[in-house]
């Protein structure tokens, strides 16, 4: 007996396409019909190099890169470089300017914290992240401003990035190959796989070498250094080579599919479609009404016995991984890049039937 099919709304690690899983699948227990497993290749064989600079260029075509960007893959998820980014854009007394917009936002500020100096230039913590902060003034200090580009957990995302007059580092890992990256603007952008183009375990991490310190100011030991990654080209320590190999697959999955102007026009119409019927529901409000994410979609019952009815009904239809982060309740749709406009459609049905 076949189990029934999950629909999977987890904000990750998330779904990925049914051909990338078997892909992988297979490639787990024999790549290639090499005899070996991907996980046991070594990380300098030919091999997996190329396997490597694939996932590269795929990365640069899909976003057209320009030529003074360097793309470094690194073990890990992307919460490491929320200190690495600025050990290697700031000097010592230099700032790095937050705009504190949400969970993330607020751990990329604590991150910093830690080893330099912040300046925050406007804050919704007052609303409990509610919308988006209001910028009152783009005067800025620092020598950069970073980014959360999507807030995950409060389902919150810039349409368009602020302009202060600093390059931007941008932490993009739930909306990552899902829109634009303004390349004129930005020193660092990077994103881990496991939401938009693979499993956990590796992040892509795509760098501006104009803005990078110069040896002589790098007080940083030779691992944080992104010279050393882009050197290596990537090899400096061993890559997940799993997780490398899926997330090549996911690329491929992409570029099969029209590339990034897709992933952006499906996630417009997969938003559109569920915010469309939370916000005519009688029982359902959404918890944000500016600034809605494309990726996320966060919203509550009226009452918690309805909140109750709903998460029973949800697992009577086989939908998964759709409960609000714990701090805010309710409940979060996340769709990132492999999730089928049908699962979309069928979450509308459920809530209309609500």
């Known amino acids: 007996m076949s189990n029934p099919i999950q629909y999977n709304f987890s904000p990750g690690p998330a779904l990925l396409p049914k051909e990338v899983f078997n892909q992988g699948a297979q490639a787990l ?11 046991e290749i070594s990380h300098r064989s030919p091999i997996f190099v190329s396997l490597l600079e694939e996932a590269t260029q795929l990365i640069k075509e899909l976003y057209k890169i320009p030529s003074h960007f360097e793309i470094i893959w690194v ?6 470089q929320l200190a690495i980014a600025p050990m290697n854009l700031l000097k010592e007394g230099e700032s790095m300017a937050f705009i504190e917009s949400g969970y993330w936002a607020k751990k990329a500020i604590n991150a910093t914290r830690e080893i330099l100096a912040v300046e925050i230039l406007a804050s919704s913590s007052g609303n409990s992240y509610s919308k988006l902060p209001e910028l009152k003034s783009t005067e800025c200090r620092s020598k950069y401003l970073h980014l959360s580009s999507n807030e995950t957990i409060e389902g919150l995302q ?17 909306d990552f190959l899902a829109r634009d990256i303004p390349f004129d603007r930005v020193a ?6 496991q939401k938009n183009f693979g499993i956990a375990g590796i992040t892509c991490v795509l760098v501006n070498t104009n803005n990078l310190l110069d040896d002589k100011d790098l007080k ?3 691992i944080f250094n992104y010279r050393t990654h882009i050197a290596n080209k990537s090899l400096y320590h061993t890559l997940p080579t799993f997780a490398l190999y899926m997330s090549l697959l996911a690329l491929r999955w992409i570029k099969n599919k029209r590339g990034l102007q897709q992933m952006q026009t ?6 559109s479609l569920l915010y469309k019927v939370i916000d005519e529901h009688p029982k359902l409000k959404s918890i944000t009404l500016e600034n809605r994410s494309k990726m996320n979609v966060c919203f509550k019952t009226n009452t918690a016995l309805e909140e109750e009815q709903l998460k029973a009904l949800f697992k009577e239809n086989n939908i998964t991984g759709i409960n609000g982060f714990p701090t805010i309740g309710g409940f979060r749709a996340s769709m990132y890049n492999f999730m089928p406009i049908e699962s979309v459609e069928l979450l509308c049905k459920i809530l209309n039937q609500f």
């Open 188 to 193: 660092v952008a990077f994103a881990s796989a």
């Open 266 to 271: 499906n996630a417009t119409e997969r938003s």
């Open 29 to 39: 227990v024999n790549y290639n019909e090499s005899g070996l497993s991907i996980a």
């Open 220 to 222: 940083i030991p030779s």
């Open 75 to 80: 073990p890990g998820g992307a919460s490491s």
């Open 158 to 174: 810039y349409s368009e990035y602020p302009d202060v007059g600093k390059p931007l580092v941008l932490d993009m890992t739930s």
